[in-house]
């Protein structure tokens, strides 16, 4: 998502993990640790404020 | 390749009907139990400020399902537009509303019909004076530089083109906007 931010004209592109994010059912936290699933803060800056 | 086209269209609609009716179920039924936290106890999780939950709709936390916290670094200043992608029932938007004050506005989009209508109805209950729209988040219903934030929880993901989504979020950003969301990521 980092990229397509990027390409689309944002800019000041900051992410940072979502420390507590987790899945309840274990079995889908399992899944998605092994498919390297993690929640994302991103914030970024549209060009040609003031 | 017209074939792939129409493959893709298929499973696109399919898929947007299952979130439609995963996402409707947690609202009829926030008492359930899904493969995701839920409600109170994600808002909690996720560090949302105690009093604001405690002074909004129940319904609108009770049906809380997000991936994170868009308004620890949102910086929403009294008098913003703010665009929150995804609103479902409306938490996160009316939450906003309490920055942008009696001179901003908030603008709730979403897929779903009775959502956007459930969001309205908890906006209304908290006095907020949010703005809600049916639409999807590849063709935003609004005009161009519009917006001064956009805020998005936990639905970017969802989408199957991604790329429009993000360039529709610059599109109705006004120069300067920014955009603070929070979604899943693959690193596969």
Redesign the interface.
Known sequence: ?FG??E????QRI?SAV?P??????IA?QNSAEA???????????????? | MTGSIEAQAGLEGEFKDEIIRMYQNVADNPEGEFHFFHGRQAADMFAYDAHSLDEAPQGAVASFAVVGNPHLRSNVQPGDTVLDLGSSAGLDAIIASRSTGPTGKVIGVDLNPSMYLKAQAHAAASGSGMECHEGRMESIPLTDESVDVVISNGVINLSFQKRKVIEEMFRVLRPGGRISITDIVSAK
Do not use: I
Not at chain 1, 7 to 10: A, I, P, R
């Open positions: 998502m397509l931010l390409e689309s004209g944002f900051r979502v507590n994010f987790r899945f309840r059912k889908t498919y390297g699933v993690k929640a994302v803060m991103m914030t970024a800056e549209k060009p040609g404020g003031d």
